[in-house]
């Protein structure tokens, strides 16, 4: 399953200044019946964007018309909890490309690298410049730089370098899952199974 390229991305972003959210947050249990990535966008955060009759929470961020973007900015311990890939599923097919936090779970850091969602992980200081310049202006721009590894807020230039393994890195510019990183490289398998 090829997913979109990845270089660079402006955009406003979403704030979610909430801590420890879990995999059943993001996406709850009920849902995972399908195998397929699609329509898991409309489930995304379920249990907080509705009330019991499913209609929209006033309180909650992504049914607040003041925000938009395709970056989700998180509490720290994002994505805790079961190894649920449809937690990344949700998010990605909801329109965010980036979910930013001061800490990730690895399981679910390394679903989102496998399902075309970067994660960037941030300092605690500079994830709290993000939410105060967020509630300035609820346009607030960031820039992620995914080549330099850099994210950078627009209106103030403040940036941070973020770590990401080479071949997930490799993998989003080129839009690449495991098997066509591996088709990529088909040529100099060839030629290295001919010198065998």
Not at 92 to 112: L, M, R
Not at 189 to 194: H, P
Request: proline fraction near 3%.
């Amino acid at each position: 399953m090829s997913v979109d390229k990845f270089n660079i991305l402006e955009s406003a972003f979403v704030p979610l200044p909430v801590e420890n959210v879990d995999t059943d947050q993001i996406i709850p249990a009920r849902f995972l019946k399908a195998t397929v990535r699609e329509g898991f966008g409309e489930k995304l955060f379920m249990d907080w964007r509705y009330d019991e009759d499913e209609k929209e929470k006033d309180d909650f961020v992504l049914n607040n018309k003041k925000y938009s973007g395709s970056i989700l900015v998180a509490g720290r311990n994002f994505g805790s909890g079961s190894s649920r890939e449809h937690a990344a599923w949700a998010i990605y097919d909801y329109g965010f490309k980036v979910v930013v936090s001061s800490f990730f779970a690895d399981i679910f850091k390394n679903n989102a690298l496998n399902n075309g969602l970067l994660p960037v992980q941030v300092s605690p200081g500079f994830l709290e410049d993000l939410f105060m310049e967020n509630s300035k202006d609820a346009g607030c721009m960031l820039r992620i730089d995914l080549p330099e590894q850099e994210i950078t807020i627009l209106k103030n230039g403040r940036k941070e370098k973020f770590d990401i393994n080479h071949y997930k890195k490799e993998c989003l510019l080129n839009g690449y899952d495991d098997i066509d990183y591996l088709l990529s490289m088909k040529e100099k398998i060839l030629e290295f199974e001919k010198k065998l």
